[in-house]
């Protein structure tokens, strides 16, 4: 009986020593390893002497087949593991007893004695001489140690260090902090000695850019390597090196993603879905999302892509072309590194070569175009874009500017906003206007000045997104941006009309100060030019549409800030001491209960007033401002124009962009809250909010410096004083300073007298201008201050 107990045992530990070996469990011999560049020689390798096929595996995880006609340079990629015993072990740099997490045991942690030399991390059962060896890690430059933290050893009670590598992850632990740092730095400095390791498909690129001259040669290469060629079966490692438990990823947890090997790998497995998709958008949109949120996957999908769209079986279906659309919409939203740059570049031209007046040849010919103009995206093209990039095409934008007008242009995926107001400038005849223009990306409540070199595409993008969370509407606005010259606008030109529509949009935002009989005339005036002679059948705009709503408010508000007498009742109840007004027992929930019901009550009731008082002052005031339009008949749409900007040039400040200002203190010691910030063309002022009368003005000869000093902080620095403003409007500031001072040198240097004196050793950001260029139009500086 204990004979046959033996044997079952022994046939027991064979059979699963079987199905360990075939599914690939508890694999400790590392058996695949990329060659190190220290292993090549200059002259020991012909340009195709690199043959790697790929591999497909068989549904109980045995290879198929791995490598076809396996060649001696072959076997040099595979690192033969060191199967000497404990006695015969090189020079070791650290050794010591450690736990480690053992997964599928029902011991979490086991004691083994690690020993770490130049090469690997090894642990046997034991330290005595013979002890068998249970695993080694082969350390390379892709593995990555992660140090020690406070977090683990409160939940375990142990210090831990983590070593990922190709094949295995070790999860040690130790109760001594000293113990671990000591292991943690010398696994990462032998890390950090080994030269970098390179993939079969680098050295592959690398022959082919060394031979791209020798056509022959090149075509060897791609007939004796299928790594770079077409395949339809799985990826099962990246084509390009990665760190080993990379964490770059970790700031994008909350999307699920993996190691970066892992995702790489996904990714082509998207890519191959491609081809029989009924939709390719959605796919298209997830890998570049993926390639937007991790930043080095996006050279190893255009090392996938040119795989899948070299020596294809089938070139011309439309399930192959799928690979070039993708491969186009990557081009036009990220640039490839130098490397992968150049090995794109070559098989765009292999291909236009191979199949001249093609789809094909017509696909790598915009993407070369794409590939000299493409800058990293901010956001994922949207799902039209991406239809419009899928056939080559443009997309068409709507550009509204002030008043009902709008305009449309097409666009590019490199369409900047600078190139949008230079065609726009061009197409409404206001390319010599003294006065500079901006895009502004705008909904009811806020607008914002687009830089430069914003990418049209992208503010597209970002506008559906934020259609999605609120329900208000964006849109592109070309507007007046720098108001240099208002003398010489021309009363019959667009222009005009952009100056008077701006300006009413101050007057509706309570931006010009003015009393309210001159709010009332330009109210009346705005009619008179919208509709023409007074009407009964015309239709009004609403009151909020043509006078400031917050000065019925204010009115209302003030009329109700009165309180109203109180009965004999509640006079005597104020008198009375808390003990008594609110009695505790029995009946003091009921009381109270009562008391918060009359309060609600009384609020309503309150609600209920005051809309019935602004209803009635909204009434009173249209009232006046209809009255005031009969007495405009006859006046002309120009003439009521003229009118309204006349009363409006009446304020000094007519022509600055006004900004709210929390706090504002100066080196003088006087301070304020809540002020405007008036940037124009030729000072700085401060208005209380209201009040059409500058506290301060500093003209642009006596400002020295201009920046921000920190997150909500402005600074400008007149003469010996230095003004400090808190406001959230710290970009547009600057932007809008930075392009009067360029406009304002633009124009001296042409010769035309601005009547402004400014110093040169005015500096933007605290950076000299006369020795560094002025930024340009909707330019940050560089460096803040």
Known sequence: MPLQGVCWFLCCRQGFSLLGRDYGEKEEEESFELRNKEDLTSN?????????????????????????????????????????????DPELLVKGWLLREVRGSWIKQRRYWFMLSQDSLDYYSGPEKGARRLGTLVLTNLCSVIWPDKQTYKETGYWSITVYGRKHCYKLYTKHFN?????????????????????????????????????????HIYQHNPILKYTQGPLYAPLL?????????????????????????????CLQQLESAREPVPIIQGVLQTCL?????????????????????????????RYWQLLTCMSCTFLPGPTVLKYLRFHLKRIQSQ?????????????????????????????????????????????????????????SSHTTANEVVRRLQEKLGLQDSKNTFALYEQNALWEQPLANGALIADILTSFSTKESESNSQWKLCFKLYCLLDADSISVDSIEYLFLFEQCHEMVVRGQLPACEEDL?????????????????????????????????????????????????????????????????????????????????KQKVEQDMRLRSRLKEEAVAVMGSIVERWKGLAGYSRRDSMAAYLTIARQWSGFGCTLYEVDFYISSTGSFSQKLWLGVAATSVSLYRQGEAEALESFPYGQICSYGVSDSNTFKITAGDRDLLFETTKLTEIMQLMNAYFSAIRRQRGKGEDTGITIADSTEVGFHHLAQTPTPTLLELPSHPV
Request: aromatic residues 6%.
């Open 293 to 321: 949120d991790l930043r080095p996957l996006r050279d190893e999908v255009y090392c996938q892509l040119v795989k899948q769209t070299s020596c294809t079986p089938a070139p011309h279906t439309a399930a192959h072309l």
């Open 355 to 411: 199949s001249p007046e093609s789809e094909m040849d017509n696909y790598a010919s915009f993407i070369g175009e794409a590939l000299e103009k493409t800058k990293c995206r901010d956001c994922v093209p949207s799902w039209e874009e991406i239809q419009m990039l899928m056939s080559r095409q443009e997309m068409l934008c709507t550009v509204h500017y002030p008043g009902p007008g709008s305009c449309q242009l097409y666009i």
């Open 44 to 88: 020991g390798r012909s340009p195709a002497e690199v043959t790697v096929s790929q591999p497909t595996r068989t549904a109980n995880g045995t290879n198929g087949h791995t490598v076809s006609e396996a060649s001696d340079e072959m076997k040099s990629l595979i690192i033969e593991k060191n199967k000497m015993g404990l006695e015969e």
């Open 520 to 600: 009332q005339a330009l109210a009346a005036l705005r009619l008179q030019c919208l509709i023409g002679d007074f009407s009964t059948h015309a239709p009004c705009p609403a009151l909020d549409e043509l006078f400031p709503s917050h000065m019925v408010e204010a009115r209302v508000l003030m009329s109700l800030s009165a309180p109203p007498a109180l009965p004999p009742c509640q006079l005597a109840a104020q008198g009375c001491p808390p003990t008594q007004r609110f009695p505790t027992g029995l009946l003091a929930g009921a009381l109270w209960s009562h008391t918060a019901t009359a309060a609600h």
């Open 241 to 269: 090196p990665f760190p080993y438990g990379s964490l770059e990823h970790t700031y994008h947890s909350g999307k699920g993603y993996g190691s970066v090997r892992e995702e790489a790998v996904k990714l082509f497995n």
């Open 179 to 219: 113990e671990a740092v000591h292991w943690a730095c010398g696994v990462q400095k032998v890390i950090d000695t080994k030269a970098p390791v390179e993939t079969p498909t680098q050295l592959l690129i690398r022959d082919i850019e060394e031979n791209k001259f020798n056509p022959e040669v090149v075509e």
